[in-house]
């Protein structure tokens, strides 16, 4: 049977790989999805803390964090095609030209 560690170390390296995925990269599609897999690596904690407790809540909480992040990706994915209207490149230092 898998146990709540094993469970916190897949968080662990999704976590960590998104953290590596935003501070390495420059393209910010890329960025976005880092930032996507950090999300899901704390919905996989708040679910697995959730399991091993027997209580529902953290899964409620879970569908709660889902649809925000939902909102986050149309803004984001907004701005990204914002900018790939303007560049056909999107970087992070591309995100100035939007003041104008």
């Known amino acids: ?10 968080s662990g390296l999704l976590l960590a790989l998104g953290m590596a995925g935003v501070v390495l990269r ?14 899901n690596a704390a919905n996989l904690a708040v679910v697995a803390f959730s ?3 027997h209580h529902i809540e953290g899964q409620i ?5 889902l649809a ?4 986050e990706v149309a803004v984001g ?3 990204i095609v914002a900018l790939s209207r303007i560049r056909r490149w ?11």
């Open 1 to 10: 049977m898998i146990s709540l560690n094993d469970y916190l170390l897949v």
């Open 26 to 39: 420059r393209n910010t599609l890329v960025i976005l999805m880092s930032l996507e897999m950090m999300l």
């Open 51 to 53: 399991r091993f407790n």
């Open 61 to 65: 909480l879970v569908f709660f964090i």
């Open 68 to 71: 925000i992040a939902a909102a």
């Open 77 to 79: 994915l907004a701005i």
């Open 90 to 100: 999107v970087g992070t230092n591309d995100v100035a030209t939007l003041k104008t």
